[in-house]
């Protein structure tokens, strides 16, 4: 059994990099999101202070190429999730107001399963 609470099958499906990566993040209690962060903190710091010493070192400064996002894309990505958003307001709509008990139950069965396995992977 590993340090993480790993079992020996866990081991032998998975590499040893991949369970010192898992290891490393629970034993930790380290998420990687924060890892991310963190990096890009490193990495924007490092940036800004080679951009200011560049006189003192001479050195010339980073070229950080001007990033424009298209606005099109975006609209037609916000607009498709608003009718999805909504369309899913209305079935909840219409499963609370009583008016489908099949689609209720089935949705009540499909969230008790999946509190089960929520408990699962929750420690």
């Not at 400064?61 to 424009?68: A, F, L, S, T, Y």
């Not at 608003?82 to 219409?94: K, Q, T, V």
Request: overall charge positive.
């Amino acid at each position: 059994m590993c340090s993480c609470g790993r079992t020996r099958s866990y081991l032998l499906v998975h590499s040893r990099q991949q369970l010192l990566f898992g290891c490393f993040f629970e034993l930790l209690e380290y998420h990687f999101l924060t890892l991310i962060c963190h990096i890009s903190i490193l990495v924007l710091a490092l940036l800004f202070l080679w951009s200011n010493a560049h006189t003192f070192v001479h050195k010339t400064p980073p070229h950080i190429p001007i990033v424009h996002l298209p606005e099109e894309p975006f609209l037609q990505i916000a607009s498709a999730l608003r009718i999805e958003i909504n369309r899913g307001f209305s079935a909840l709509r219409d499963i609370g107001t009583g008016k489908d008990v099949k689609k209720f139950l089935i949705v009540i069965f499909g969230l008790w399963i999946l509190s089960i396995v929520g408990s699962w992977s929750i420690s």
